[in-house]
């Protein structure tokens, strides 16, 4: 019996490196992240990409959800093609900003680059869309821009960014339409930022622009330039003078969403805990006096209702395509 007693502690003593390096392997395989984070802004600062990444990153650090160091790269270009293709090439520390245009841009055929190509973390928020003139412009509402476009479709120099066939491109062809507009000969100009197009318009080198409601309200409010109609369906706190499309006669509503997405071929592990974060994020106090500031609507969806949620939106923007002159 003894001998069986010692043969068996000797063994269990034998064990228990195997044990410990196995356990030790598993909680290794669980420490992620271990490096720095780099959040990307597909688009040049000041615009909303750049804005939503920067605020992000500050709760996250404010709200001590990541211990790691984080830090915001813009990578402008391509209507956000420059910035994706980067992450394409990175691994689970770093996540990118999208929108609408990640999946127009492949849908006019513009990039190769579509959803499916990487991994959905999170939508976060939706806010309106605006359009604003110079203060010296002669239209004093949407519908007076819209009757000179349906006269005369090209003699308006119209500003979007960082693309045509985002959500503030569509919104406005999808109004122009609905008023009898022929969309086919609008002149669009497209810029980099949101903060491009500010500036263009404070310099009266534009004629019309359309971008979110964040991007315009404060010269509004101070009288630089006037928003003329915005997309939602009341009227918005700081714009009560704004009237929506629908009480301009045009039957519409039509949000702007932003998400949040991984590289390629992300592990459970990393999903999960990028899952996890970002849900944290979205129910701190910090998050709700943000989206508060910024005008936008939280629209919070995990990694799985995410993929859903871009598959819808896939359809739909293919159907607004259709007759635009962007898809043949």
């Not at 420490?31 to 780099?38: C, L, S």
């Not at 500050?58 to 956000?80: A, F």
């Not at 985002?166 to 497209?190: E, R, Y």
């Not at 009560?240 to 592990?267: C, N, S, Y």
Request: charged content about 25%.
């Amino acid at each position: 019996m003894k001998k069986v007693i010692r043969s068996f502690l000797i063994g269990f003593i034998l064990l228990l490196p195997a044990c410990s390096a196995g356990s030790k392997a598993d909680i290794g395989d669980q420490d992620f992240p271990t490096v720095a984070i780099e959040i990307i802004a597909p688009a040049s600062a000041g615009g909303g990409w750049d804005t939503a990444a920067h605020a992000v990153r500050q709760i996250l650090i404010e709200e001590k959800l990541v211990e790691q160091d984080i830090h915001v790269v813009n990578k402008p270009g391509g209507s956000g093609e420059v910035g994706w293709q980067h992450l394409s090439n990175q691994d689970g520390h770093h996540i990118a900003f999208n929108s609408s245009l990640l999946l127009t841009n492949h849908l006019v055929g513009q990039s190769k680059l579509q959803f499916r190509d990487f991994t959905p973390l999170a939508i976060l928020t939706t806010e309106w869309i605006a359009v604003a003139v110079p203060n010296n412009s002669p239209f004093q509402d949407a519908k007076e821009l819209l009757e000179q476009l349906k006269e005369d479709p090209s003699s308006l120099k119209i500003a979007v960014a960082p693309g045509l066939a985002n959500n503030d491109h569509l919104s406005f062809l999808q109004a122009a339409k609905a008023f009898g507009v022929d969309v086919l000969k609008l002149n669009f100009l497209v810029y980099d930022s949101g903060g491009d197009i500010v500036d263009q318009l404070l310099y009266g080198q534009i004629d019309v622009a359309i971008s979110s409601v964040s991007e315009f309200i404060d010269e509004h409010q101070t009288h630089q330039f006037k928003v003329i109609a915005v997309t939602s369906d009341e009227r918005l706190e700081g714009l009560e003078d704004v009237a929506t499309w629908k009480e301009q006669g045009v039957d519409m509503v039509f949000p702007h969403w932003r998400g949040i997405m991984g590289p390629p071929d992300m592990t459970e592990e990393e999903i999960a805990y990028w899952n996890q974060t970002i849900k944290k994020m979205t129910e701190t106090e910090a998050w709700r006096k943000l989206i508060r500031k910024y005008k936008w609507e939280s629209f919070y969806k995990g990694s799985s209702e995410a993929k859903r949620f871009l598959e819808e939106q896939e359809r739909m923007y293919r159907q607004l395509l259709e007759g635009s002159g962007l898809v043949d």
